[in-house]
């Protein structure tokens, strides 16, 4: 298995714009998680999903922020507007036993 | 509200010496506790994980037990690698009100196996 799959890897991009990270969790997985890691708070949990269900969303910061899983294969996080203050790497995760695999992460830059 | 401390932030340490990193959490009615590891500009890589009933787990060179009552956790590393540099992160999960099991992150400890 290749593992969970994030694009892009790397995204730049100014203030205002809407940004779409995308997420491939590994085959057979139930559960897919979206987490922010900055050097100030660390890692946060930001949603989790179950069977493609949003079950815990209270860490998505505010309205700007949204998620969805529209099918078991795919997932995605959408920020619109952008902000500076959202500049992070944000890591897609998925399990099925508890144990998290983790994508290597797309590193975004609000300028 | 579940709080996961890990001291220290970084440490270094001359190759082939056994290490102990320490982390600790502040409500033990935890789920399980895993400890990740992370190269710079990768994701996290699961390296072991407790659950609630067990005391200790273990992994080639690596061991890593579980203390509810205390609230800690240490990462047992023997042998010391260069390879082994990286940071290390312990998680402490909770069963969140939504029925979900909620994983807390240390800030992790930074590792550097001196050659």
């Known amino acids: 298995d290749a593992g969970v799959i994030q694009s892009p890897r790397h995204e730049v991009t100014e203030m205002g714009q809407e940004v779409t990270l995308r997420c491939k969790p590994i085959?057979?997985?139930?559960?897919l998680f979206w987490y922010r890691q900055t050097m100030m708070r660390g890692l946060e949990l930001l949603i989790y999903f179950n069977n493609n269900v949003p079950i815990d969303d209270s860490g998505m910061p505010e309205d700007r922020f949204s998620a969805k899983m529209p099918n078991a294969s795919f997932s995605t996080l959408k920020i619109q507007p952008s902000e500076p203050r959202d500049s992070a790497v944000y890591f897609c995760a998925s399990s099925f036993t508890g144990e998290l695999f983790f994508g290597e992460g797309s590193r975004l830059t609000v300028l | 509200k579940q709080e996961v401390t890990q001291i220290p932030a970084a440490l270094s340490v001359p190759e082939g010496e056994n290490l102990v990193l320490n982390c600790s959490f502040t409500?033990?009615?935890?789920?399980?506790l895993q400890w990740f590891r992370q190269d710079p500009g990768k994701g996290l890589t699961s390296l072991l994980l407790i659950q609630s009933s067990q005391r200790e787990q273990t992994s080639g060179r690596l061991n890593a037990s579980l203390d509810k009552s205390s609230g800690r956790s240490t990462l047992y590393i023997a042998a010391s690698q260069p390879g082994d540099s990286a940071t290390y992160l312990c998680?402490?999960?909770?069963?969140?009100?939504?029925?979900?099991?909620?994983?807390?992150f240390g800030t992790g400890t930074r590792l550097t196996i001196i050659p």
């Open positions: 409500d033990s009615a935890i789920y399980n």
């Open positions: 085959s057979g997985h139930n559960s």
């Open positions: 998680a402490a999960g909770l069963i969140s009100n939504f029925g979900n099991e909620k994983l807390t």
